[in-house]
């Protein structure tokens, strides 16, 4: 079978702000609050959405405003999967735990496809965060499609 990446219909549309969603393990939500915290100039530039008690512990450290999905467990991670299949997402950051089986694993696994899919940048961890964030904040037009 052949691997073929596509874009949604309408393509990822152009916006004055990216769109970031910020999805982290239990394991993990100190780390992205403390990501959020040592890079909310950059967030701050960014409209955010997240999965539910994500969202909120970052809202809450940060004052930062973010669009809460449900959470990841409760069908969050499907929620981002179709924003990022419908073109409404331009990076996503998800600090996962690599050493812990996590129940809803299909769900996780359906998003990571949809990243890979449609072409969209995925961190897993602090550094590749930090530059996958600084490269759509001074190189938007790198998230356009080709052609």
Same mark, same amino acid.
């Given at each position: ?32 609050? !403390?990501? @959020? ?5 950059? =967030?701050?530039?960014?409209? &955010? +959405? %997240?999965? *539910? ?15 809460? !999905?449900? @959470? ?5 991670? =499907?929620?981002?999967?179709? &924003? +990022? %299949?419908? *073109? ?60």
């Amino acid at each position: 079978m052949e691997h073929k990446t596509v874009t949604s219909p309408k393509g990822r549309r152009r916006r004055n702000k990216a769109t970031v969603a910020l999805i982290a393990h239990d394991a993990k939500k100190v780390d992205i609050v !403390m990501f @959020a915290r040592e890079h909310i100039d950059l =967030l701050r530039s960014c409209q &955010l +959405i %997240a999965t *539910g008690a994500t969202g909120r512990n970052i809202m809450k450290s940060t004052g930062l405003d973010v669009k809460c !999905m449900l @959470a990841g467990p409760e069908g969050g991670d =499907l929620q981002i999967g179709g &924003l +990022i %299949a419908s *073109g409404e997402v331009d990076l996503v950051i998800f600090f996962r735990d690599p050493l812990t089986a996590q129940p809803h694993d299909p769900d996780i696994s359906a998003l990571l496809r949809v990243c890979d899919v449609h072409n969209i940048p995925l961190a897993t961890n602090p550094a590749s965060a930090r530059l996958m964030l600084q490269g759509i904040i001074r190189q938007p037009d790198a998230l356009a499609p080709a052609g």
